[in-house]
């Protein structure tokens, strides 16, 4: 079963977006054996979610009802949690200008 903290930990990375990077790699049969044609890594981002933070909001022991929020309300409620996350802690992998490997 999972813990709070590591739930607490997944959750908030969703809240604040992450990178990741992916890599696709291209091969094609030479003589019977397989050989690498090409070899590409991407770095990817994934935006921050609104429904890790209402989860998280609703996770702190229930003292803010984000259901009566309304749409306007959780945007400003996402936009001050991400401020004080990013306040807080080491700041979000950014992917890089050159995300190509050769």
Do not use: H, W
């Amino acid at each position: 079963m999972i813990n709070r903290e590591l739930l607490i930990k997944i959750l908030l990375k969703k809240a604040k977006g992450y990178a990741f990077k992916e890599s696709t790699d291209e091969y094609t049969v030479v003589d019977g054996q397989k050989q690498l044609v090409k070899s590409k890594t991407v770095t990817k981002r994934v935006p921050p979610d609104v429904n890790a933070i209402r989860a998280l909001l609703t996770m702190d022991d229930g003292e803010t009802d984000v259901t009566k929020l309304t749409d306007e309300q959780l945007q400003v409620e996402k936009l001050r949690l991400i401020r004080l996350l990013s306040m807080t802690e080491e700041p979000p992998d950014t992917p890089s200008d050159n995300c190509d490997d050769k």
